[in-house]
């Protein structure tokens, strides 16, 4: 067998590629690892820094089997959940970033704090147009089922579903300093279409602005600041949906 050195590097990599090395779990026996399975762990365990929130969705899970880093509902499900039928969740005090340490950290707190009276985004970590936009309304501890919490939401907007045993990320889009769940945000609604959509929000600032279409997929649009509390979006054919001002 030639040296490894001489072997010529490989520039088009590919999820299928592997390589050699030694299995820790398994009396450090040689083992190939795919490039596909490494990146997966790297996702799944946070292993590189990361502030992600992600957590597996589990399907017909109740207070006897809840596992930790999990996202489920409140009553056991089977099957694929639309995020549309959703108005609460049940959720692990530890993302999946922490579930494989000795002592997890748990991030509970911030279920409170920022995120009640705040804007959340759910989307399958794979798949950026499987996604929900909902107003994180409550938080409160689950009963009998310790290091769970019962998140009680609004949705705003969703396209696609919770499947089973797929990875989902959660990420704040608008924050509510007050803690009361303030108006911070303006939710515009264009029912007629139009390839030019007039936005009087009052938000008294220039806001970010977020666009779908009546299916819920993200269009993008140009943005004119009339003043700070108005503004037009711009596209290049008429149709008609929601305008998220944050």
Known sequence: MARISTYPIDTGLSGADIWI???ANNKFATKNFSLESVAEW???SSSIDS???RYIYQSEADNTNRIK??????TSVAGDVSFATITDIVISSYS??????????DISGFYTDPLVGSTVIITNAKDVSNFAIFSWDSSVATTGKPDFWDIGLTLLASSGDF????????SL???DASGSGGDK??????????STWTVTHNLGKFPSVSVVNSSKVIVYGNVNYINTNELTITFSAPFSGQAFLN
Do not use: R
């Open 21 to 23: 090395g030694s299995d």
């Open 42 to 44: 790297i996702n799944t």
């Open 51 to 53: 502030q992600t929130l």
């Open 69 to 74: 880093g999990s996202i489920s509902l409140p």
């Open 96 to 105: 999946q970033k922490y579930v494989s340490e000795p002592s997890p950290t």
């Open 163 to 170: 499947k089973s045993s797929k990875y989902y990320l959660l």
């Open 173 to 175: 889009l608008t924050y």
């Open 185 to 194: 945000n303006f939710v515009f609604t264009q029912a007629t279409p139009s």
